[in-house]
């Protein structure tokens, strides 16, 4: 505003100027006939030849002009009509300044008040676990930032959490279950030597007795170990490119000499290369139960095939015996943690062995699967993801 002022206070000015140099003072008179400004010409020593208006208060916006003849026109505007509007603009940016402050803390109030509202539900969730309301979760927000994954990280902790815990309480009361028959026999046998006669051969069969049962109670108690660690997803896996075919191999020769003793023909049938991503001393550990099985329950005369081979994005290890088979009703119960049918409890177990195998397998993002017909025998399948490398 003041440029706009000078400037149009310059070229009124020099247009009164032309008008002096055209027609004198009289031009000077005529021009500035009803002007709101003060014009004064005055000569080279100072002396007041020509006025009009009154000299403007202060404020005031002046221009000069020496003309060729040695005069001096002068030309000087108030500018209180611009300091008003100035003014009333200061106040109208003041007024509009405080009311975007207050909106700009309200609005960063409530902003920093739903940004922080992941970290009280944070602190809320906590204060609820630690008064035992394990159940608790936070809320997902649909901000997809930092904080929305630090909340899914929390719960997915949460759940492990809570696995780890079901799982323990799980293998304690599987331990408190299985462990009661064999250390009330360890009892019973300890009782019978030291209540009958201290014969030697009497306590040597005590003490091998004690010996038996105490063996099935540490072999009860790892492979409850083992299915509770591969069941929360804190088993200890080493995955590494493995053949099964080299795994089938092992596993029968392991086996073969329990299952000519029984009579039982063990094979391995060949099949197609099928290599799998897995942790190899696991993987025997999943072999030797299915095969152990399937000699345990196939009678004399009986035949057990083991064979590996890629299906797809798969590498399958088969084992399949012509055994006594598992009735229908049974079939979804025997991946269940000391679960025996009717049938399997003629042969000696812990009714573990299936239920490794299944948590073994999934923990290495696998699947086994069963097929069986009572009378006809069993057929289990092992897939694991197939490995290119």
């Not at 000015?13 to 009289?26: H, M, P, Q, T, V």
């Not at 293998?171 to 009661?180: C, S």
């Not at 108690?221 to 997803?233: H, P, Q, V």
């Not at 329950?297 to 088979?325: K, N």
């Amino acid at each position: 505003m003041e440029r706009r002022d000078r400037a149009g206070l310059a070229a009124e000015l020099a247009e009164l100027a032309g008008d002096y140099r055209a027609s004198g003072i009289a031009g000077l008179r005529e021009e500035s006939s009803g002007q709101r400004y003060f014009l004064r010409l005055t000569d080279a020593a100072g002396r007041q030849s020509f006025r009009y208006g009154r000299p403007p208060a202060p404020p005031a916006d002046a221009q000069r002009e020496r003309l060729p003849d040695g005069d001096v026109l002068e030309l000087s505007r108030t500018s209180a009509q611009r300091a008003q509007v100035l003014a009333a603009f200061r106040r109208s940016m003041a007024a509009v300044l405080v009311l975007a402050l207050l909106l700009g803390l309200a609005g960063g109030a409530a902003a920093t008040r739903n940004a922080l509202r992941p970290l009280r539900d944070f602190v809320g969730a906590v204060k609820s676990i630690l008064a035992g309301r394990s159940e608790v979760r936070l809320p997902r927000g649909g901000a997809a930032d930092e904080l929305d994954e630090l909340g899914e990280l929390f719960n997915r902790l949460l759940d492990r959490i809570q696995r780890l815990v079901g799982g323990m309480k799980e293998a304690l009361d599987a331990v408190g279950h299985d462990l009661r028959t064999p250390m009330a026999r360890l009892r019973a046998s300890a009782e019978a030597a030291l209540s009958g006669p201290l014969e030697p051969s009497a306590l040597r069969d005590a003490l091998a007795d004690c010996a038996e049962e105490a063996q099935k109670v540490s072999e009860t108690l790892r492979l409850l170990m083992d299915i509770s660690e591969a069941e929360t997803g804190t088993l200890a896996i080493r995955p590494q490119p493995v053949d099964l075919g080299l795994l089938v191999d092992e596993a029968v020769e392991l086996y073969q000499g329990a299952a000519e003793e029984k009579g039982v023909l063990l094979a391995a049938v060949p099949g197609s290369p099928a290599r799998a991503s897995c942790d190899p001393g696991r993987m025997r550990q999943v072999a030797a139960n299915l095969v152990d099985n399937a000699v345990k329950y196939t009678p004399a005369g009986g035949r057990v095939t083991v064979s590996a081979r890629r299906d797809g994005e798969a590498a399958v290890l088969r084992v399949e015996d012509s055994g006594i088979g598992i009735p229908e009703a049974e079939l979804p119960r025997i991946w269940e943690r000391l679960f025996r049918g009717a049938q399997a409890r003629r042969e000696r177990g812990l009714g573990l062995g299936l239920s490794l195998v299944k948590a073994v397998v999934e923990a290495h993002g696998g699947r086994v699967d069963v097929e069986s017909s009572p009378g006809r025998g069993c057929a289990f399948s092992v897939r694991l993801p197939y490995c290119r490398d």
